[in-house]
């Protein structure tokens, strides 16, 4: 079997598995306004799991909220999900969060993330570029339990603070290390 065939072949296992979890009708809102109000509610679950990163917000030029990321693979991998940009309380554009991966690995899983965009060249780098990995360009601080202890508003100084929140099924681990944002069309 070549290797594409394979990939076709493990993506539509993947896809497969995803659709009988149900998984499939929670990657995308119907609607801008749901994708609103699913990045309204999955900001206030992560302050209410996470404090700090309401602190965060209020520094924060932009925020990246991704409510629905889905995953799934066997051997080969790939997520997707769509979000918003906030600034203040305001939705200034949608993006999607896309990322592939190949090796040992089986499952699926759904999460969350939000991106902290702490300065005006991060908010910018996102606005004008056609894709941002998430690697390159500004500094990416993921913040988990522990660095969050070692965190202070008055110690924040990197370009932007991503938080992963609500992991649910059967995929071990989460990173969106590689993953590209970029803009969409609601």
Do not use: C
């Amino acid at each position: 079997m070549t290797r594409s065939m394979q990939f076709f072949l493990s993506f539509f296992l993947a896809i497969a598995t995803l659709a009988s979890a149900g998984f499939l009708n929670n990657a995308a809102a119907a609607t801008a306004e749901d994708l609103n109000a699913d990045a309204r509610q999955a900001l206030q679950a992560l302050y209410k799991t996470n404090p700090f990163s309401e602190t965060i917000s209020h520094q924060a030029k932009a925020v990246l909220v991704f409510p629905n990321i889905i995953k799934a693979g066997l051997v080969f991998g790939g997520s997707y999900g769509e979000g918003v940009l906030m600034k203040g309380t305001k939705v200034e554009n949608y993006y999607n969060s896309v990322s592939g991966s190949w090796g040992l690995q089986a499952g699926a899983q759904s999460y969350g993330y939000v991106v902290f965009l702490m300065t005006d060249k991060a908010v910018d780098y996102v606005a004008k570029t056609k894709g941002w990995e998430i690697g390159v360009g500004p500094t990416v601080v993921f913040v988990d339990e522990g660095v969050a202890k070692n965190l202070s508003s008055s110690t924040l100084k990197d370009d932007a603070y991503a938080f992963i929140f609500d992991q649910q099924g059967l995929m071990a681990g989460v990173s969106i290390e590689g993953t590209k944002i970029s803009l969409i069309k609601r």
